[in-house]
């Protein structure tokens, strides 16, 4: 129902959702990339710009602890350390949610008790997360990559 009144409009593809599914690292030497620009996501659970305010607040707790400019090199590997697998879990967790809300799971389809069931605790994996204890898992990641130098 709601793919077919998307296809009768004259410009279907200005309703696409860009995301992009997978990075390989955030960081590189001296370079890395934060944001949009490291973990694009889908709509589907509003939660692209708290990845980046999320991503602000783990850069900045490591960048102050940069003392050296080897620390920058340890400061950006933590970060992707930490960040990487936070921000994939909730790329796939907006794909999942789209697909479950466009009926496009066979299991689920547009039957709305199993939309209700499968949507239930979709959003624990972004509200479940104690900011503090991120921050500080990226100083000790920051720590370990110091220690490799």
Known sequence: MLAQLLLDQPNPEGYSAWEHKTTSTYAHDYMCIVGDAAHAMTPWQGAGGGQAIEDAMVMGALLSEVSSVQDIKAAFQAFDA???????????????TGQIMCGQLPEVA??????????????????DLDLGSHREQAVKEMRKFQAQV
Do not use: G
């Open 82 to 96: 930490v960040r990487r697998p936070r921000c994939q879990r909730i790329i796939d967790s907006s794909r999942e």
């Open 110 to 127: 547009l039957e709305a008790e199993n939309i209700r069931q499968a949507l239930r605790n979709r959003w624990k994996v972004i509200h």
